[in-house]
């Protein structure tokens, strides 16, 4: 089966980097995801990984090690709006379906 | 273009009676998948449909949910009888022949609240 953790909430103040990491357990999987969801809000895709390394997108950037069983999602230069919960998930091999971790509250302070 | 649309956004019912969730996918969408978030837990795999075929619905609860996307469009979650543990988000998704598993469309969810 597979176990994803991530810290249940993480502080940061306006214009920092802040990290959010993301551990599993799973015995194989397509590939890691990232989501963001705003409360009330509907979960949007982030960025996904394949390979180990880092992927950027803008003011986002995301890494896997597949040996280590290690994600992070990298936040730069943090805007109020970024106050949100940051979702990590896996699809296993063979499905289409997505494990879910129970997310990262991220709150950005000015 | 619209999003993923979901119908209602809040449903408060009695244990025992009956609700119809609705999904509307993003047009041309094929991938359609029910997820659903218990309070305190993460979102949960229900089902996921290729146009109108149950592709996996091994996350589906028990016998009192029943999903059907007829015609291959919109989709619908029928809980019957409804018990409290069902309280929860339900979420659906989208996402296109091509991508499936891999970017989905999300809905903001039915707020389903069991009495």
């Known amino acids: 089966g597979q176990n994803i953790d991530q810290p249940t909430e993480m502080t940061a103040t306006e214009g920092a980097i802040v990290q959010i990491n993301c551990t599993y357990q799973?015995?194989?999987?397509?590939?890691l995801f990232w989501y963001q969801q705003h409360a009330g809000e509907a979960p949007t895709f982030l960025s996904y990984?394949?390979?180990?390394g880092l992927e950027e997108k803008g003011r986002f950037s995301s890494f896997l090690s597949r040996s280590k069983g290690y994600s992070y999602l990298l936040l730069k230069e943090l805007q109020m709006k970024d106050s949100a919960s940051y979702l990590c998930?896996?699809?296993?091999?063979?499905?289409?379906?997505?494990?879910f971790g129970t997310g990262t509250r991220l709150q950005v302070f000015p | 273009e619209a999003g993923v649309t979901q119908f209602p956004s809040h449903s408060v019912i009695e244990k025992g009676q009956t609700v119809t969730l609705r999904c509307d996918p993003i047009s041309g969408h094929d991938n359609l998948y029910w997820y659903r978030r218990v309070m305190g837990k993460e979102i949960k795999f229900l089902l996921h449909f290729v146009k109108e075929s149950k592709q996996d619905e091994s996350g589906m609860p028990n016998n009192r949910f029943l999903a059907e996307r007829t015609g291959g469009t919109y989709s619908t979650l029928k809980v019957q009888p409804a018990e409290l543990e069902d309280s929860g988000v339900y979420f659906c998704?989208?996402?296109?022949?091509?991508?499936?598993?891999?970017?989905?469309?999300f809905g903001s969810g039915t707020q389903l609240s069991v009495l």
């Open positions: 799973t015995s194989g999987f397509n590939g």
């Open positions: 998704a989208s996402s296109q022949a091509e991508a499936a598993g891999i970017e989905l469309f």
């Open positions: 990984n394949v390979l180990d």
């Open positions: 998930a896996v699809s296993p091999f063979n499905t289409d379906k997505l494990i």
